[in-house]
């Protein structure tokens, strides 16, 4: 999927993969980020657990990186806070309190303008992305957080049912990408909107890895 997909979708309000709760998952395994004092949540939409996350007693700071200017005020408005905005190239720097956005092309967002990351958290970045841009999406974060830790959200379907997005994405092709890791959760996710879509059998998987 192009970005004016994404950016069309936000601008007609077609944002279904939004979720007006924090991933129970990130909740209930937050601790595999140590000591993580900055998290990186790329592709972050309007996510709320963006805002969670600053309330970690591990946590200083969390930035996103995400292509929608609407997204990103949404975040901003939920957490109750005014961004400033600073204009850096192709990018703009969204900024108030412990969170900061990057606007743009997470493929080309300038590990300088992120900053330092200790951990990212992926709700649904990498299942979000065409699956043949997976190896660059992979590279991509083991650029912007070297040696950080990573917590994946994934989705487990029958892809020749219904296509993506969101796109399926095994365990084996997480190590593929990353190496060894471990998952730490599975669970069924069929709901009425997968059954829609043909679809008798949906998991979530949750893998934790160190990039």
């Not at 949540?41 to 292509?67: F, H, I, K, Q, Y």
Request: hydrophobic letters at 45%.
């Amino acid at each position: 999927m192009k970005s004016e997909f994404w950016l069309e979708r936000w601008e007609l309000g077609q944002t279904g993969w939004h979720n007006d709760s924090v991933h129970p998952g990130l909740q209930e395994h937050c601790e595999r980020f140590g000591t993580a004092s900055r998290v990186l949540v790329p592709l972050c939409g309007a996510s709320l657990d963006v805002r969670w996350l600053t309330e970690l007693p591990c946590v200083d700071s969390v930035v996103g990186v995400e292509l929608s200017a609407i997204a990103i005020e949404r975040l901003f408005a939920d957490a109750g806070l005014n961004p400033e905005r600073e204009q850096h190239g192709a990018f703009v720097l969204w900024k108030a309190g412990p969170i900061s956005i990057v606007q743009g092309d997470f493929f080309a967002a300038p590990p300088a303008l992120v900053g330092p990351v200790d951990a990212v958290w992926d709700r649904a970045a990498m299942i979000a992305i065409d699956p043949e841009r997976r190896d660059e999406y992979a590279a991509k974060l083991k650029e912007l957080a070297p040696g950080g830790h990573l917590l994946l959200n994934a989705l487990v379907y029958d892809q020749s049912v219904n296509d993506g997005p969101p796109w399926a994405l095994s365990a084996e092709e997480v190590v593929e990408r990353f190496g060894p890791a471990e998952t730490l959760s599975s669970k069924d996710a069929l709901d009425d909107r997968w059954r829609e879509r043909g679809h008798a059998w949906v998991r979530t998987e949750l893998h934790y890895l160190t990039l």
